[in-house]
């Protein structure tokens, strides 16, 4: 349980819900929050190393793709992908809270909130409720939020932060950059993915899981899958 939580696969041998208790439930997210950092982290200390130890020419190449200087500013760089990762949850979070609070004691509410909002951030795949979250596919609001956790997190934090500046400078009035190379690619490939994941999983589970359900709730349950 420590290694997949650590390594984010959203592999279980029990139920986390059920089988720890609530300091072991912590443990368990704390190891998630702790994974889910370093894969998005790696990224800028790969950066740092290959800055050091390449070429010129190699270097100016790194420094355009990751959109950020690779010899400088790490400590910034590092401590706006711990504030980015907790505005996310906390965001995450609050919209979770908005269902929860009315189906679970308060304080259970909110763990359940911060849990469930950590664990889509990082990909982990963990889960405090036996079912998982089968009991709102066809709610809205706990979809909506799972998958803008999933989908924001997968991205990384070098495009998350491209797409902010991006959005400061239209706000401000000023010329906004162009996205590198690395953030198109990543924001078109995810994009082509995740529309040719839906349609070919609703295709071919129409007559199989998805049969007999409202079509709304049948494209949430196809959007979570994918």
Avoid at 1 to 21: E, H, K, P, Q, Y
Avoid at 140 to 165: C, S
């Amino acid at each position: 349980t420590s290694t997949s939580a650590v390594c984010v696969t959203g592999l279980t041998v029990v139920d986390t819900g059920t089988r720890f208790s609530p300091f072991g439930q912590a443990v368990v997210l704390a190891l998630i929050q702790v994974g889910g950092l370093g894969l998005m982290t790696f990224a800028v200390f790969v950066g740092v190393v290959l800055g050091r130890k390449v070429a010129f020419t190699d270097r100016m190449v790194i420094q355009d793709s990751m959109h950020h200087t690779p010899m400088a500013g790490v400590r910034r760089l590092v401590r706006y992908v711990l504030a980015f990762t907790l505005a996310v949850e906390a965001a995450g979070a609050a919209l979770l809270w908005v269902r929860f609070r009315g189906q679970f004691p308060a304080g259970e509410a909110v763990w359940q909130s911060v849990f469930h909002s950590v664990s889509a951030f990082c990909n982990a795949g963990f889960a405090l409720l036996p079912d998982n979250l089968v009991r709102y596919r066809g709610d809205p609001l706990v979809n909506l939020a799972i998958t803008g956790l999933i989908v924001v997190g997968g991205l990384g934090f070098l495009v998350n932060i491209e797409l902010l500046d991006l959005v400061r400078a239209r706000l401000r009035g000023g010329r906004a950059k162009h996205l590198t190379l690395h953030a198109r690619l990543a924001l078109v490939v995810s994009a082509a993915l995740l529309a040719v994941g839906t349609a070919g999983f609703f295709l071919l589970e129409r007559d199989n899981v998805l049969r007999g359900l409202p079509l709304g709730e049948g494209l949430e349950l196809v959007a979570d899958a994918v």
